[in-house]
């Protein structure tokens, strides 16, 4: 697919996953196609006393498997660590770096999230610069701040030090950039990743997301918001999207990467192509900070904005991987959006949420959905949603319950929704010649 002012096409050479479900692409594909559940009860710190008790840890793997010196990962972040792990599976895939012959070709984009929270000390500095009436003395704080906080974990906290620590290990001199727009992140860094080989600027780019946001500052934020499940009796239940008993999404982690190469440039070498990103769409619900638009106007634009861009009308979308969080607002609204958007095809259209087996990895979802989307295409199955037993009458599309389906499949969209109203659809296309 070449579009009228032919613009350099945009494909996917190699994937990378570190994931709840696996540590790597093809044993995540075979859990999701045997709709198997990540979620258990919180053991990364203790969760005993919170609302929410459960969550989707990766578990398995160590950064120490994964590079030559683990020395120098000691104090960097936890989801610096997983992406890199994805990053090096991608990069490998690929085999793309014998061909990049002047560094500044090659970028890196991603859409991260903090770092890992010093919450023990941060406590303990709280505790103990108090006086007798409660009262916090700034003195005392800070220093307790300068004897107890480690600096470089607290540098390893800021969003852009995965994408730094992955420019370095791959010699990457090209367009470098972060995005932290929530759950939107790691889709819209490969979007926007997609138009930075499009315009001529890099030939070669790596992109996803990373994020973990199982720690106490987390999961305290997302339960004063009761944005999470607190079905903690059924931890592999409790991720239940468009499900009328829904109460809300699971926390997950990992990271997703992609190989993204201009389509001239991976012919050139043979390489493996998984896909080809051809459509994006980005908009803005411009409304509330934590609340979607009641009617959908941003998730509707920014998916006619990337159908658009794929120049391709809806009935020639094979599949839909919903944004889906599982939380009472956002399933329906995603499930109005996609009937305004679709149409009479609407009823016809498969959507899943793979959140319902994963739990949501916020800034990484984005990207680890899109894989999921190009597998899909590869062995025309797609992923069930599941935990879907209570049909809700706000939600009436074919959601593709409990068991994954075998059909053809050479055309996905896939929605990324965030807190503040970010909005990211991603069309990605089996490769036509």
Known sequence: MISSNNRRRVVVTGVGVINPLGNDIETVWSALKEGKSGVDYTTIFDASKFPTRISAEVKNWDIANVVDDPALWKFRGRHTKFAAGAALQAFE?????????????????????????????????????????GNLDLVKFTRAGLDTLNPVMELEQEPNMPVGHIASMFNAQGPNANCLTACAASNQAVGEATEIIRRGEADVMLSGGTHSMIHPFGVTGFNLLTALSTNNDDPTGA???????????????????????????????????????????????????????????????????????????PERIDYVNAHGTSTTVNDKVESKACREVFGEHAMKTPVSSTKSMMGHLIAAAGATELIICMMAIRDNVLPPTINYENPDPLCDLDYIPNQARETECKTALTNSFGFGGQNISVVVSELQD
């Open 93 to 133: 895939a690929s085999g793309v770096g014998d061909s990049i012959k002047d560094p500044r070709r090659l970028g890196v984009y991603m859409g991260s999230g903090e770092g890992n929270q010093d919450f023990m000390s941060f406590a303990s500095m709280m505790a103990t610069s108090l006086d007798d009436e």
């Open 239 to 313: 991720s239940r999207p468009f499900d009328r008993l829904r109460d809300g999404f699971v926390l997950g982690e990992g990271a997703a990467m992609v190989v993204l190469e201009e389509y001239e440039h991976a012919k050139s070498r043979g390489a493996h192509i998984w896909g080809e990103i051809t459509g994006y769409g980005s908009t803005a619900d411009a409304y509330r900070v934590t609340d979607i638009h009641p009617e959908g106007r941003g998730a509707i634009g920014c998916m006619r904005m990337a159908l658009e861009d794929a120049g391709i009308s």
